[in-house]
C-alpha cells in the first residue's frame, strides 16, 4: 500500500472514531446534550431530546460509515460539520457563554474554556481535512463502497 493510501485511510479511520466517540458519549447521557442543544434557543423543548438522541445516532452511523469508506458517509460529515459550524457561529454572534456538549460531559473544552471559539475553529480544522478526504478521492480515482455493495459482498464471505 502506497503512503498516500496510509494517510488516507488514517486519516478517515481518526476522522470516522472522532464521531463515533463524540456520538457515544452524547447518547450516553442524552438529557444533558438536549439542555446543552437547549441553550442555544433554537429548537422547541418538546423537540430537544429527540434531537439529541437523533444528532448522536447520526455521528455514530456516520462515523462507521466512513471507517469502512461506505458511500454517503464523507457527505453526511461535511452536513454535520456545516451544521456544527453554523450553530456555533450563532452561538458566538449571540455572545452565549455556553459548553458545545462535542464529547459530553467528558468534554475538556467544556471544563477549561466555557465558550465556542475554540469549537468553532477545531469544527473549521475537521471541515478542512474533510476536503482532504475529498480531493484525494477525486485525484485518486477512489469510488466508496455502496452500502448494498458492502452488505452483499460481507454476507457472501460468511456464506463460503
Known amino acids: 500500500m502506497k503512503t498516500h493510501n496510509l494517510t488516507y485511510t488514517f486519516t478517515r479511520y481518526v476522522i470516522g472514531i472522532i464521531f463515533i466517540y463524540a456520538g ?3 447518547l450516553a447521557e442524552p438529557e444533558i446534550f438536549a439542555a446543552l442543544i437547549g441553550s442555544y434557543g433554537i429548537l422547541p423543548e418538546a423537540l430537544l431530546l429527540s434531537a439529541a438522541i437523533g444528532l448522536s445516532i447520526m455521528e455514530i452511523m ?26 456555533l457561529g450563532y452561538g458566538i454572534l449571540m455572545g452565549l457563554d455556553i459548553d458545545c456538549g462535542c464529547f459530553g460531559l467528558s468534554d475538556p473544552e467544556a471544563k477549561a474554556y466555557h465558550g465556542l471559539r475554540t469549537t468553532l475553529y477545531r469544527d473549521i480544522i475537521l471541515l478542512a481535512v474533510v476536503i482532504y478526504l475529498y480531493r484525494w478521492r477525486r485525484i485518486n480515482a477512489v469510488k466508496p463502497l455502496s452500502l448494498r455493495f458492502y452488505l452483499i459482498k460481507h454476507f457472501q464471505r460468511e456464506n463460503l
Do not use: E, P, Y
Not at 74 to 86: E, G, S, V, Y
Open 24 to 26: 457515544i458519549t452524547k
Open 62 to 87: 456516520v462515523g462507521t460509515g466512513l471507517l469502512f469508506d461506505i458511500k454517503g458517509s464523507l457527505t453526511a460529515i461535511t452536513a454535520l460539520l456545516l451544521i456544527f459550524i453554523i450553530f
